[in-house]
């Protein structure tokens, strides 16, 4: 009785069988390595400066920005309407606030809900923004009474700073540029003037944010005084270093690897 052998795979089986599967693995890596690619320009663009999550630039309108009044308790009037202006900006349009003579009140700049929203992605990132004042120079700055220049709030919470102390923003159109991070170090308050905001308390008011507002209202009010808003940005975080360190290790991995394969190519 013969007794059945078992079928042994010829040389070109299992040949092509390893090449298939090399060939899989490769057009797996490949998938990979591209995807690190992309995440690594990604990452060194951001590298270059923080990314913009939301900007006004009021270059063609006031971009949905208002104003509003707040007295030293904290109770809000209307204000007067924001005037577009093409040609007074830094450069082009911006948004002007002129003030009454003796109001009962502090003024600033009130946020679209577009510019709001973007603070929630913000948390690590920070702000910025462009102002001018137009006033008599006999004019005296107003400091003191909880009049910061940048409050955002969520629901009863808020974060705030001042900036512009002791000597108040450029008059005569010239501009000064103001830049917050959303760090501790940066010297947030929480809920009023007297109390440092942890990073905890800055983070949860980004998250959550629901108003943002920027002073404009800034000297004695005897006589008319303006103030020009321009190119409010909220920028997104930027990585850390070693996110950069890891991404580099996988593309040397990926790197090592794909040696490995050109070299186990040769010996077949």
């Given at each position: 009785?013969?007794?059945l052998?078992?079928?042994?795979?010829?040389?070109?089986?299992?040949?092509?069988?390893?090449?298939?599967?090399?060939?899989?693995?490769?057009?797996?890596?490949?998938?990979?390595?591209?995807?690190?690619?992309?995440?690594?320009?990604?990452?060194?663009?951001?590298s270059?400066?923080?990314?913009?999550?939301?900007?006004s630039?009021?270059?063609?309108?006031?971009?949905?920005?208002?104003?509003?009044?707040?007295?030293?308790?904290?109770?809000?009037?209307?204000?007067?309407?924001?005037?577009?202006?093409?040609?007074?900006?830094?450069?082009?349009?911006?948004?002007?606030?002129?003030?009454?003579?003796?109001?009962?009140?502090?003024?600033f700049?009130?946020?679209?809900?577009?510019?709001?929203?973007?603070?929630?992605?913000?948390?690590?990132?920070?702000?910025?923004?462009?102002?001018?004042?137009?006033?008599?120079?006999?004019?005296?700055?107003?400091?003191?009474?909880?009049?910061?220049?940048i409050?955002?709030?969520?629901?009863?919470d808020?974060?705030?700073?001042?900036?512009?102390?002791?000597?108040?923003?450029?008059?005569?159109?010239?501009?000064?540029?103001?830049?917050?991070?959303?760090?501790?170090?940066?010297?947030?308050?929480?809920?009023?003037?007297?109390?440092?905001?942890?990073?905890?308390?800055?983070?949860?008011?980004?998250?959550?944010?629901?108003?943002?507002?920027?002073?404009?209202?800034?000297?004695?009010?005897?006589?008319?005084?303006?103030?020009?808003?321009?190119?409010?940005?909220?920028?997104?975080?930027?990585?850390?270093?070693?996110?950069?360190?890891?991404?580099?290790?996988?593309?040397?991995?990926?790197?090592?690897?794909?040696?490995?394969?050109?070299?186990?190519?040769?010996?077949?």
């Open positions: 009785m013969n007794r052998e078992p079928i042994k795979p010829q040389g070109n089986v299992r040949a092509t069988f390893r090449s298939s599967c090399r060939l899989l693995w490769e057009e797996k890596a490949r998938h990979m390595q591209r995807f690190l690619v992309a995440v690594a320009m990604t990452f060194l663009a951001g270059a400066g923080a990314q913009a999550l939301v900007q630039t009021f270059d063609a309108d006031t971009q949905g920005w208002t104003s509003i009044g707040f007295n030293a308790s904290g109770t809000p009037f209307s204000s007067p309407s924001l005037t577009w202006v093409g040609s007074a900006g830094n450069p082009g349009g911006a948004v002007r606030y002129d003030s009454p003579i003796n109001p009962p009140y502090t003024a700049f009130l946020a679209p809900a577009n510019v709001d929203a973007a603070l929630h992605s913000a948390i690590g990132g920070g702000i910025s923004w462009d102002l001018s004042t137009f006033h008599n120079p006999s004019a005296t700055f107003l400091i003191g009474n909880g009049r910061s220049d409050i955002i709030r969520a629901g009863a808020s974060i705030r700073q001042i900036v512009t102390a002791p000597f108040g923003p450029p008059i005569n159109g010239s501009f000064a540029h103001y830049s917050l991070d959303f760090g501790a170090a940066s010297g947030w308050l929480f809920n009023g003037i007297t109390t440092l905001a942890t990073q905890a308390q800055i983070d949860s008011v980004l998250l959550d944010a629901d108003t943002m507002q920027i002073r404009a209202d800034y000297w004695d009010r005897n006589l008319p005084t303006s103030s020009v808003l321009d190119n409010v940005a909220i920028s997104a975080p930027i990585p850390e270093p070693e996110t950069y360190a890891m991404l580099l290790a996988g593309l040397g991995m990926l790197g090592f690897a794909a040696a490995r394969r050109k070299s186990a190519r040769a010996r077949y």
